[in-house]
């Protein structure tokens, strides 16, 4: 075998493989193209998927016909003018895109500049390079790719149908729309059939952000979205992310983006859990969309082909910004829910025969002749279910309370009237501990409560089903499941002692030692400090091994050996010791929910009224702890139009 240089055009066919996988992935590189060139409006046509023809019009500066011939040389780029490749302005700049896309199809450019008499187009088929032709073109440029792969057919194996492939061509649009919302995208497919439109939107770039963000994940998202706004150390994050109760079992409605650059990293993945956490089920995933700005030199884009993957110089502290700028608009949320809770309740309400009720539930029929289906919001939260139906409204002593060991700890915490806002009298009482059964001081005076009426909740008007207030609002009604939102409540103030006086620990009797591999080992020892403050007490014991020596008290008798082997697999998945948290958190979630109001205990006016205020001073009690709403809230029109009256 002798060392030879390999052929220009095989060169460019391996730098193919690498930076065109798809249709999808030429599509992303010409886009970005379009954008480095100062575009406002991106036109792109597809047919067969991509496949046979693949178009990208712009309005960009356009090329002059030597930039046009140059373009096609491999590394040839106008996006590196200091070649500094630490200091990356572009969202190209290999100057690969062109060269490799030409070497694995018949491809064309056309492109004008402004002030030029006429446009100036080039042939690139297989790699082999025509000389620049004048043709009649607007001011922008036009890259039309026929018969992509044609040079290299066992490509084309590999390819899906044509719908998928037009499926990842449109994720991959939607994307970059987000990341440039003063720029207007169109998409069609065969016959011209148009796929999306997104025209440019204006006003600040909040407002235009928002509009655009809504025009892709849904009018919902753009209808609960909190608006993110934090900066540390130079590094500005902005974005939205949506209230808790709007919710996905999937990750795929979240998106991050790097000076523009819509890139994946699991380091988002494992920030969202830990800054939602305290308010959805493991199996739920919250909606959002963040934009990082931040100096090019504390971040490389150079770490995947596609371009698709960064590097922080400081991960840590990114995740940070991300988890307390997230927190930080939770908790200003308050108690808001998403405004789809109402929106189901309103679909689920429907005529019999008039098609199925919504997913959520299976309906029941009323028992008055008009024929209403109610559609029932059921959450998937075994373990809740469970505690309602073992525990519901039994105790050893009748009253409602007394639950042995665990349960008595989040019975304490319930009972601590008068904070943050308190209960009021007879009622911090009652909630604390448990209600008898409701004697007359229960009949509600409609006159007594107007008062109330003017807040966000409501006067509690009455209780059905030993379960659900109903109040009263200005223009509605707000419907509240009173365990859910007592559980949220003591919750809170569950965490709040706990930041307040620390986690207890205990120490063991006889300190454990666990082997691991010397690389888990020296990343559960490097967060040492951070598992202190947690309440575990950990030590190097030499090589690969970690010794135990306290552990905190809340979470009882636990498997030292396997909870540290969990940590070492998360910090190594994720970057970050979330699981002695989460577990913490899920000790206090059972306590709180053990130390809650119970359904089927009834409540007077005044009971029902002070849970209703307390709901409005304790944060994020529009969800309790499974991720559930706490309330729903209908508004007099919808019930107007449910009655035929608008």
């Not at 859990?273 to 090019?296: I, K, T, V």
């Amino acid at each position: 075998m002798t060392l030879r240089v390999l052929p220009q055009n095989l060169i460019n066919q391996i730098a193919a493989g690498e930076v065109v996988e798809r249709p999808a992935a030429a599509l992303k590189e010409l886009v970005e193209n379009a954008l480095d060139a100062g575009a406002t409006k991106v036109d792109v046509n597809l047919r067969d998927g991509g496949r046979t023809l693949l178009s990208i019009t712009d309005d960009g500066k356009g090329m002059t016909p030597e930039e046009l011939a140059l373009s096609v040389e491999r590394h040839a780029t106008s996006k590196l003018p200091d070649d500094d490749l630490f200091n990356i302005g572009f969202m190209g700049f290999r100057g690969e895109a062109l060269p490799s896309i030409g070497s694995v199809s018949r491809m064309r450019l056309t492109s004008r500049v402004r002030g030029a008499d006429s446009a100036w187009t080039l042939l690139i088929e297989g790699g082999a390079k025509g000389a620049p032709e004048p043709a009649a073109h607007p001011y922008g440029t036009r890259v039309e790719v026929r018969d992509l792969f044609y040079a290299t057919p066992a490509r084309l194996k590999f390819l899906k149908t044509a719908r998928t492939e037009q499926m990842y061509a449109r994720e991959i649009m939607d994307r970059l729309a987000m990341a440039r919302p003063d720029v207007g995208f169109t998409l069609s497919g065969d016959n011209n059939k148009s796929i999306l439109n997104y025209p440019a939107c204006e006003g600040d770039l909040f407002d235009a952000r928002l509009k655009r963000l809504g025009a892709v994940m849904g009018r919902d998202f753009q209808e609960n979205a909190l608006q993110i706004n934090a900066e540390r150390e130079g590094i500005k994050l902005t974005g939205y992310a949506g209230v808790p109760t709007l919710n996905r079992g999937n990750a795929q409605m979240q998106f991050l983006f790097v000076n523009g650059r819509p890139v994946k990293d699991r380091l988002l993945q494992g920030a969202v859990r830990g800054a939602y956490q305290d308010f959805l089920a493991r199996d739920r995933h919250p909606l959002l969309a963040l934009f990082f700005e931040l100096s090019p030199r504390d971040v490389d884009v150079n770490v995947h082909p596609g371009k698709t993957e960064v590097r922080f110089r400081d991960p840590g502290m990114v995740r940070g910004l991300i988890v307390g700028a997230l927190k930080h608009a939770l908790a200003g949320a308050g108690h808001r829910a998403s405004t789809t809770v109402a929106d189901m309740a309103l679909g689920a309400a429907r005529r019999e025969g008039e098609g199925p009720s919504l997913p959520y539930g299976g309906g029941v029929r009323s028992s008055g002749g008009g024929g209403f289906n109610i559609g029932q919001y059921q959450a998937n939260t075994p373990s809740h279910a469970a505690i309602e139906r073992n525990y519901g409204a039994q105790s050893p002593t009748g009253d409602g309370g007394g639950y042995g060991g665990l349960f008595d700890r989040g019975r304490d915490f319930a009972g601590t009237p008068d904070r943050d806002g308190g209960f009021a009298g007879a009622a911090a009482a009652a909630l604390a501990g448990g209600y008898g059964a409701a004697g007359p001081s229960a009949r509600i005076d409609m006159t007594d409560d107007a008062k109330f009426v003017d807040h966000p909740l409501g006067a509690a008007r009455g209780q059905v089903h030993a379960n659900y207030i109903i109040a009263q609002t200005r223009d509605g009604l707000v419907i509240v499941d009173q365990h859910a939102a007592h559980e949220r409540i003591v919750y809170e103030r569950m965490k709040a002692d706990l930041a307040e006086s620390g986690v207890k620990r205990q120490g063991l009797l006889l300190p454990e030692v666990v082997e691991l591999d010397e690389a888990s080992a020296d990343r559960i020892a490097d967060r040492a400090g951070e598992f202190a403050e947690l309440g575990l007490v950990i030590e190097p014991f030499g090589p690969g091994a970690i010794v135990v020596r306290e552990v905190p008290v809340m979470l009882g008798k636990v498997d030292v050996a396997a909870l540290v082997r969990d940590m070492a697999d998360e910090i190594a998945e994720l970057g970050q010791g979330m699981l002695l948290k989460d577990r913490l958190m899920y000790v206090c979630a059972t306590m709180a929910c053990h130390g809650s109001v119970r359904s089927g205990r009834k409540l007077n006016a005044d009971e029902m009224n002070a849970l209703l205020r307390q709901m409005e001073a304790t944060p994020h009690s529009g969800q309790c702890n499974h991720g559930r709403p706490t309330y729903v809230e209908l508004k007099l029109h919808d019930i107007e139009k449910m009655f035929g009256r608008r």
